[in-house]
T-cell receptor, first 114, second 114 residues
């Protein structure tokens, strides 16, 4: 089983360029999440989608937009990339939103903004 | 608010040594607690979880007990292997924030030498 698939795996952008990170899950999960991972910071939530058709801001949403395209796919867009957005981005999914639901993670997208 | 504090690494051990990674949390109510593991170049994988006080989560020889009185969820393993080398994240899930959101500690890097 593929689980959570993220594309691309690596990307280098110039400041001001735009980009969309793609995420798809094949587990029929209702909830999906986007995190960023920075050295010494753990993971921080950017946006999440509790169910198809809904999206909400997380801890660090500024500079990002998301689209829950359908139940399987949840994309993250950087409209005008900034060096501060250099990070590793992880998409995750869970069966339902809730306290006891473990999240399943993709392998990440390593993004560098020059 | 909700937060997770875990011991800073890196932690370097010899094979077959005993492992403890400390994790304490701050939360209102009754959060669920998780340990995730991240192997090099990969996404996070759920290692174990506990959903109520005094629960013990276990998997692959790792254990952690949910201690409400000390607000702790320390990770232990009796005999580590080289293959356990990874970054370990403690996390909690609680109401009051993004629904189903995970709050992560900063991660502890473990290196096991043969």
């Amino acid at each position: 089983n593929a689980g959570v698939t993220q594309t691309p795996k690596f990307q280098v952008l110039k400041t001001g360029q735009s980009m969309t990170l793609q995420c798809a899950q094949d587990m029929n999960h209702n909830s999906m999440y986007w995190y960023r991972q920075d050295p010494g910071m753990g993971l921080r939530l950017i946006y999440y989608s509790a169910s198809e058709g809904t999206t909400d801001k997380g801890e660090v949403p500024n500079g990002y937009n998301v689209s829950r395209l359908n139940k399987r796919e949840f994309s993250l867009r950087l409209e005008s990339a900034a060096p501060s957005q250099t990070s590793v981005y992880f998409c995750a999914s869970s069966e339902e939103p809730g306290l006891n639901q473990p999240q399943h993670f993709g392998d990440g997208t390593r993004l560098s903004i020059l | 608010g909700n937060s997770v504090t875990q011991m800073e690494g890196p932690v370097t051990l010899s094979e077959e040594a005993f492992l403890t990674i400390n994790c304490t949390y701050t939360a209102t109510g009754y959060p669920s607690l998780f340990w995730y593991v991240q192997y090099p170049g990969e996404g996070l994988q759920l290692l174990l979880k506990a959903t109520k006080a005094d629960d013990k989560g276990s998997n692959k020889g790792f254990e952690a007990t949910y201690r409400k009185e000390t607000t702790s969820f320390h990770l232990e393993k009796g005999s580590v292997q080289v293959s356990d080398s990874a970054v370990y994240f403690c996390a909690l899930s609680n109401y009051g924030g993004s629904q189903g959101n995970l709050i992560f500690g900063k991660g502890t890097k473990l290196s096991v030498k043969p």
